[in-house]
């Protein structure tokens, strides 16, 4: 069974950075693709980022573009997400995602992950 944990979520002023870690782990664990989400209190879990196994494919939010950058190191089946000039409206759980089987489009959709971590706290302070 695959599992996800992430780790390096904090407080942090704005306009400060933060590397979030997701650590996968089962016997079959090889990711096609792997993403982050983000959920804050009221509002509904939304698309970050997400890459493919190659690492070539990157995908953001348009909210993120430019200050995000997600990464995957597939010898150590650990995904990050360096985040940089971070704003108040950043504040929110992450949650890691991973994704088996191919997939050609649709890398926003939450439905489209199989296996989730527990999320860290991410707070950014104005």
């Known amino acids: 069974q695959v599992q996800l944990v992430e780790s390096g979520g904090g407080l942090v002023q704005a306009g400060g950075s933060l590397r979030l870690s997701c650590a996968g782990s089962?016997?079959?664990?090889?990711?096609?693709?792997m993403g982050w989400f983000r959920q804050a209190p009221g509002k509904e879990r939304e698309f970050v980022a997400a890459?493919?196994?190659?690492?070539?494919?990157?995908y953001y939010a348009d909210s993120v573009k430019g200050r995000f950058t997600i990464s995957r190191d597939n010898a150590k089946n650990t995904a990050y997400l360096q985040m940089n000039n971070l704003k108040p409206e950043d504040t929110a759980v992450y949650y890691c995602?991973?994704?088996?089987?191919?997939?050609?489009?649709?890398?926003?959709?939450?439905?489209?992950?199989?296996?989730w971590g527990q999320g860290t706290q991410v707070t950014v302070s104005s």
């Open positions: 995602a991973a994704r088996s089987l191919s997939l050609a489009s649709g890398y926003e959709r939450p439905a489209n992950y199989g296996a």
């Open positions: 089962g016997r079959t664990f090889s990711p096609y693709a």
């Open positions: 890459i493919r196994r190659s690492g070539d494919n990157t």
